[in-house]
């Protein structure tokens, strides 16, 4: 399958890397103790299973987040704590465009659709494999495309900017 040349989105950055451990306060001895993150915010969800931390590097829109998670329940799925990179997000300038354009030219996405996410921006996963319907997936890595806010698009490239992210 090719996909079509012109997108109706663009990527515009890193907006996350999420980390899962048995134990976020393991983690946090070593993103926030030694590396120096700050921690920002807490998200818990038993529907998602997964108890975090939100940190963060960088100012504004060039804020980076490093979510520290664990599982609620270490015997249930999803089981946040067994990659230990758990997934990636990505800032998009057009989520709904995006995922339209992607699903229709053999993207995979993972269950959920668009939502809210942890930080309150809505989210949705391009699943870690593909499918025989739907030949592109994340090759083993989970894939967080994330709405990127005004000051987000103003920062890195709104949709028809041509600026680089």
């Given at each position: 399958?090719?996909?079509?040349p012109?997108?109706?989105?663009?990527?515009l950055?890193?907006?996350?890397?999420?980390?899962?451990?048995?134990?976020?306060?393991a983690?946090?001895?070593?993103?926030?103790d030694?590396?120096?993150?700050q921690?920002?915010g807490?998200?818990?969800?038993?529907?998602?299973?997964?108890d975090?931390?939100?940190?963060a590097?960088?100012e504004?829109?060039?804020?980076?987040?490093?979510?520290?998670?664990q599982?609620?329940?270490?015997?249930?799925?999803?089981?946040?704590?067994?990659?230990?990179?758990?997934?990636?997000?990505?800032?998009?300038?057009?989520?709904?465009?995006?995922?339209?354009?992607?699903?229709?030219?053999?993207?995979?996405?993972?269950?959920?659709?668009?939502?809210?996410?942890?930080?309150?921006?809505?989210?949705?996963?391009?699943h870690?494999?593909?499918?025989?319907?739907?030949?592109?997936?994340?090759?083993?890595?989970?894939?967080?495309l994330?709405q990127?806010?005004?000051?987000?698009?103003?920062?890195?490239?709104?949709?028809?900017d041509?600026?680089?992210?």
């Amino acid at each position: 399958m090719t996909t079509s040349p012109t997108k109706p989105y663009r990527i515009l950055g890193l907006q996350q890397i999420a980390i899962g451990g048995p134990d976020k306060a393991a983690l946090r001895r070593l993103w926030v103790d030694v590396l120096g993150l700050q921690v920002v915010g807490h998200f818990v969800s038993e529907a998602e299973n997964v108890d975090e931390d939100i940190c963060a590097i960088g100012e504004g829109p060039r804020r980076i987040e490093v979510d520290l998670m664990q599982p609620l329940d270490p015997g249930r799925k999803p089981a946040v704590h067994a990659t230990p990179l758990n997934h990636v997000g990505l800032w998009v300038d057009d989520l709904p465009k995006a995922v339209e354009w992607m699903s229709a030219n053999g993207v995979r996405f993972a269950p959920g659709g668009i939502r809210k996410g942890a930080a309150g921006h809505d989210i949705c996963f391009i699943h870690p494999t593909s499918s025989g319907e739907f030949p592109i997936g994340g090759e083993g890595v989970l894939i967080e495309l994330v709405q990127a806010p005004a000051e987000v698009l103003a920062a890195l490239g709104g949709p028809g900017d041509s600026g680089s992210a």
